[in-house]
T-cell receptor, first 112, second 110 residues
C-alpha cells in the first residue's frame, strides 16, 4: 500500500539554526500539506501546496517558514531560524483530489 | 470557540467495555475523519465519512449531517486500543485542509 514517508524521524537543533524537514508524498498525489502538533496540543494546519505554489497558509506560517517541491517527489518544510516554540511534531500529508487521508509518520523537532 | 469539539477528553475503561467518543463540528464540511495517534506520535487514518456509518472490525463510525455530529464506537475494547483518537474535518471552504479536534485519550485497562 502506498504511504507518505518523512525524514528524519527526530531532529534536534539549536535555537537560531535552520532545519529542513523532508516528506515524500504518494507519487500521484497533487495536494500536499504540513501540519504540526505541539506536545499536549491539537494538530494545527500550517500550509497547503498545489500546482507548485502555496494555496493556503495559516498565521503560524510566517516568513521563517517556507515549502518547496524541488524535484517532483520530495516536499520540504524549511524553518530558517528556529525558535524554542517551534518544537513540535510535524506531519506531512498528501491527497490526490478527494479528502485528505494519507499522513506521514511525523518528524519530532526539538529546539534547544 | 473551537470548530471541532470532542468529548470526553479522557476516557478510561476496562477491557471488553463498549466505548463511545463523540465529535461535534460547527462549520460546513465535505468529510469527517477519525484518526488514531499512538504514544510514538504517528497518525493513522481509521475512517473517512461523508455520511452515514462505516464499520471496520471492532470500530464503528457514524455521522449525522443534520446534527453536525459523529461518534466513534469500539466494541469489545482491548488494551491495544489505548491511544488518542482524533476527529478532523475537511472544510468546504478553503484549501480543504483538515481542522482537528483536541483528541480523546483512551486507556483500556486489562
Amino acid at each position: 500500500e502506498p504511504e507518505v514517508t518523512q525524514t528524519p524521524s527526530h531532529q534536534v537543533t539549536q535555537m537560531g539554526q535552520e532545519v529542513i524537514l523532508r516528506c515524500v508524498p504518494i507519487s500521484n498525489h497533487l495536494y500536499f500539506y504540513w501540519y504540526r502538533q505541539i506536545l499536549g496540543q491539537k494538530v494545527e494546519f500550517l500550509v497547503s501546496f498545489y500546482n507548485n505554489e502555496i494555496s493556503e497558509k495559516s498565521e503560524i506560517f510566517d516568513d521563517q517558514f517556507s515549502v518547496e517541491r524541488p524535484d517532483g517527489s520530495n516536499f520540504t518544510l524549511k524553518i530558517r531560524s528556529t525558535k524554542l516554540e517551534d518544537s513540535a511534531m510535524y506531519f506531512c500529508a498528501s491527497r490526490l483530489g478527494g479528502p485528505t487521508g494519507f499522513f506521514g509518520p511525523g518528524t519530532r523537532l526539538t529546539v534547544l | 470557540k473551537n470548530e471541532v469539539e470532542q468529548s470526553p477528553q479522557n476516557l478510561t475503561a476496562q477491557e471488553g467495555e463498549f466505548i463511545t467518543i463523540n465529535c461535534s463540528y460547527s462549520v460546513g464540511i465535505s468529510a469527517l475523519h477519525w484518526l488514531q495517534q499512538h504514544p510514538g506520535g504517528g497518525i493513522v487514518s481509521l475512517f473517512m465519512l461523508s455520511s452515514g456509518k462505516k464499520k471496520h472490525g471492532r470500530l464503528i463510525a457514524t455521522k449525522n449531517i443534520q446534527e453536525k455530529h459523529s461518534s466513534l464506537h469500539i466494541t469489545a475494547s482491548h488494551p491495544r486500543d489505548s491511544a488518542v483518537y482524533i476527529c478532523a474535518v475537511d472544510r468546504i471552504q478553503g484549501a480543504q485542509k483538515l481542522v482537528f479536534g483536541q483528541g480523546t485519550r483512551l486507556t483500556i485497562n486489562p
